[in-house]
């Protein structure tokens, strides 16, 4: 299958390419790259109210339950619903991992869903896929959203579960971790817990973040049309997320805070077709240059979130429970 995709040169004119799916890939990957995940979603047009945004948010959850739904009918956890700071949190213990014992890790997971949507029942099957890749007890947060809580209700309920989280573990046995929006939400928590004078988890785990609001990198052009999961660009969703606020504001755009050390050791993410393969690009190398323990991990062909089950997905725990091995005491 190919890709008729439309592109600007350096002159500003317009030309053709055929993007293959290619052979370098697994079988289960190729497979995926050939399917049009949401149906012609870049052709839709945005929601112009409240109601139409409402129904948008609720077509999606659906059909993020459907899709991912099938992926952790076979994982063996338990899962538990309980308030943190007036919050609703999800707690998932893998099994084989004792809910009875207080000094293991736990991982805090914000959910993603392009900052309007994930929440309810597909925050709790995202919540299950996580714990089984990182196998340590999850805490994930379904905050508040669009378009009824907007910037910055999401992160302000973030930040309550990290303060109650920190008052059952020590800053040592906390992991923070998020993939897309939830990437924004987990580097902006800990910006803003570095801001208020917490103490700062184990490790950070970044997965394609969407930590530039204003999408002003190079991937969210050459990878436009070619990403089959984010097709297009997020402009409206983050226009109704952040309202009037400055979209360079670190708490909005992490790539723009201050990343120098301390900040924890992060694990980056993303791949070769994913739209938001510069902002994961970009945040590493702004890591690095402020002394941050940065790890980026690039994987070929991949569009955004993964192959939803092809080994590749597989390559990626092991190279995040590696990780976290490394840096978290258990």
Request: charged share 20%; net charge negative; glycine share 10%.
């Amino acid at each position: 299958m190919t890709s008729d995709i439309g592109v600007s040169s350096t002159s500003g004119r317009e030309v053709s390419r055929f993007i293959p799916v290619p052979t370098s890939v697994s079988e289960q990957a190729q497979q995926f790259l050939g399917m049009d995940m949401f149906g012609g979603a870049a052709d839709r047009v945005a929601p112009r109210d409240v109601a139409e945004w409402r129904a948008l948010i609720s077509e999606t959850d659906e059909l993020l339950v459907a899709v991912m739904g099938t992926q952790v009918e076979h994982l063996r956890s338990s899962v538990a619903s309980r308030a943190v700071g007036g919050v609703p949190v999800f707690v998932v213990t893998p099994d084989g991992v004792d809910e009875s014992d207080d000094t293991q890790p736990i991982y805090l997971d914000i959910h993603g869903g392009s900052l309007l949507m994930g929440g309810g029942k597909a925050c709790e099957i995202m919540a299950r896929r996580m714990a089984a890749q990182v196998q340590v007890r999850t805490w994930s947060v379904d905050y508040r959203m669009p378009p009824d809580h907007p910037y910055p209700a999401a992160l302000d309920d973030v930040l309550a579960v990290y303060r109650g989280l920190l008052e059952v573990r020590p800053p040592e046995q906390i992991v923070v971790g998020g993939g897309s929006a939830g990437g924004n939400l987990a580097a902006a928590l800990i910006l803003r817990a570095r801001d208020e004078g917490l103490p700062l988890p184990a490790a950070l785990v970044l997965l394609t973040p969407e930590v530039d609001l204003t999408e002003s990198g190079d991937s969210f052009h050459t990878n436009l049309g070619i990403d089959n999961v984010l097709t297009e660009s997020l402009a409206d969703s983050i226009a109704l997320y952040a309202g009037d606020h400055d979209l360079r504001h670190p708490y909005l755009s992490p790539l723009f805070g201050d990343l120098s050390s301390p900040l924890p050791p992060t694990f980056l993410q993303a791949g070769t077709r994913d739209l938001f393969l510069s902002n994961t690009v970009r945040m590493h190398r702004k890591l690095r240059m402020g002394g941050v323990d940065a790890q980026l991990h690039v994987f070929e062909a991949m569009p955004h979130g993964g192959f939803f089950g092809a080994p590749e997905d597989d390559e990626l725990t092991e190279e995040i429970r590696r990780f976290l091995a490394a840096h978290v005491k258990t």
